[in-house]
């Protein structure tokens, strides 16, 4: 069994390997952007909320510009003191500000009920396959997610699966993985 930390580590060195390989990671974006999209779910989303990608991430905007074609409401998180986070909207080309973590919020801040967040795509580093995350250790999502009625999922590399630990107590699973469908060697 891994320490939540160790698995943290051990994610972050292969996202920044996948990183370095720009079209494969591309690739594995677009084969899970294409089973988000297929899902009824999205499909009936009216407002969907996602995150800004930092550069290891999972480059959310492909996300973002499909939600905008289909004339959805995307909401993103702006954090606040004691580990809260509201959701307002974003559009691309909206101002956005930079944290001390380094993630980019929009600057207008029109926020979004929980209740009025149909589909919400929530970031980690790692997951076990049965949803639990590892993220960056904020808790912020934990604490989010503790009273969020709708429907969660995320949306994860192969890269980052990692089965070997044990989620702690405030640990809330989200309720459905989209893994991409590449092979290693493609
Ligand atoms: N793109 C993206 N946006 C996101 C998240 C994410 O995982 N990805 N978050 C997912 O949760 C939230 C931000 N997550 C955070 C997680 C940890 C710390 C953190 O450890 N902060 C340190 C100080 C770091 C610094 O200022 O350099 C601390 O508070 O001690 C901050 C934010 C909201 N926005
Ligand atoms: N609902 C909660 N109430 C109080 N404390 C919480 C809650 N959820 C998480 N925490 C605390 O927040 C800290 C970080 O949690 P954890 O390591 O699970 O973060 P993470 O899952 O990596 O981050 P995130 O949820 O932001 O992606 C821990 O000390 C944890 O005890």
Redesign the pocket.
């Known amino acids: 069994m891994k320490k939540?930390s160790d698995v943290?580590k051990e994610v972050l060195t292969r996202l920044s390997e996948l990183s370095a390989q720009v079209t494969l990671k591309e690739q594995k974006e677009f084969d899970v952007l294409a089973q988000l999209s297929a899902m009824p779910e999205w499909q009936n989303a009216k407002v969907i909320g996602t995150i800004l990608p930092m550069t290891k991430e999972f480059d959310t905007y492909k996300i973002i510009k499909q939600a905008e074609k289909e004339n959805k409401r995307i909401v993103v998180p702006k954090t606040k003191p004691e580990?809260g986070m509201d959701f307002v909207t974003y559009k691309i080309g909206d101002a956005l500000e930079k944290t001390s973590f380094g993630v980019k919020e929009p600057v207008v801040t029109d926020i979004a009920l929980k209740s009025e967040i149909d589909l919400l795509i929530?970031?980690?580093?790692g997951f076990r396959s049965d949803g639990y995350?590892?993220?960056?250790?904020?808790?912020?999502?934990?604490?989010?997610l503790?009273d969020f009625p709708n429907k969660t999922c995320s949306v994860v590399f192969q890269e980052q699966l990692a089965e070997d630990w044990e989620p702690?107590?405030?640990?809330l699973p989200v309720s459905q993985l989209i893994i991409d469908q590449l092979s290693q060697e493609a």
């Open positions: 939540k943290r580990r929530v970031p980690g580093v995350r590892v993220g960056f250790g904020g808790g912020y999502y934990d604490r989010f503790s702690g107590e405030y640990d």
